[in-house]
């Protein structure tokens, strides 16, 4: 009789000690749903990875079309950045392909076109400050580093722009194509009018972004 009258016991306990932590558990649930929202809140405004991605894909997105567009091997994004200084203190300029677009069995430059000091390639700058959309044929370059870099990754053919943001110069926006036949083939006035709206474009996502990030 005694055992039944404890095994009540412990069972009015429990059923007590379940009221009170049920109750607990309504009253602060809301509070802590609350508290929940606004860290995850604090974290996303801190970090805002969904807006680079949605940036990047753009950017992607447009090499992709411009690809198609002017039926070339490759597209790209290059964009000039410092790295590291020289003994005496002065910066190293570089740059580093950050987007690319290939087309089918073409292989990609994101290894060898990356950490570049822009002293290498004052040829190619200098071409590219002329804001020309044209097209150069690898072959009728002087010899330069640049003109031997683009012969090891078999570019026939190229047409590129700057990338300005803010009144200045970030990168640059490229075609290359690495068959004689889709060079024969290029009609270079609307050629230059695809790559001068893939320009513009790029320069508006990059300008969103650059100002996000600032």
């Known amino acids: 009789m005694e055992e039944i009258v404890f095994f009540d016991s412990w069972v ?39 807006f680079n991605y949605l940036i990047n894909s753009k950017l992607s997105e447009k090499l992709v079309e411009l690809r198609v567009q002017v039926d070339c091997a490759r597209t790209q994004i290059v964009q000039f950045h410092n790295s590291g200084n ?3 203190g002065i910066s190293m300029k570089k740059m580093s392909l950050t987007h690319e677009s290939l087309a089918s069995g073409t ?8 950490d570049l000091l822009l002293s290498l ?12 959309p044209a097209l150069y044929v ?20 190229f ?4 990338i300005r943001c803010k009144g200045e110069i970030y990168g640059y926006v490229m ?9 024969d083939n290029i009609e270079e006035k ?18 969103q972004q650059i100002g996000k990030t600032n």
């Open 86 to 88: 020289f003994l005496d």
């Open 107 to 114: 292989s990609s430059e994101m290894e060898t076109k990356k």
């Open 12 to 50: 009015e306990i429990g059923m007590a000690l379940s009221a009170v932590l049920g109750g607990a558990a309504i009253f602060f649930y809301p509070h802590f749903l609350k508290y929940f929202r606004k860290t995850s809140s604090d974290i996303l405004n801190e970090y805002p990875a969904d």
């Open 190 to 207: 609307e050629m230059a009018l695809f790559l001068e709206s893939a320009r513009d474009s790029i320069e508006f996502s990059m300008e």
């Open 159 to 162: 047409s590129f722009l700057p």
């Open 121 to 132: 390639c004052v040829e190619g700058l200098n071409i590219l400050k002329k804001n020309n």
């Open 138 to 157: 690898v072959d009728q370059l002087d010899d330069s580093w640049c003109k031997k870099f683009m012969q090891a990754s078999n570019v026939i053919s």
């Open 175 to 183: 075609c290359e194509w690495c068959s004689w036949s889709k060079t």
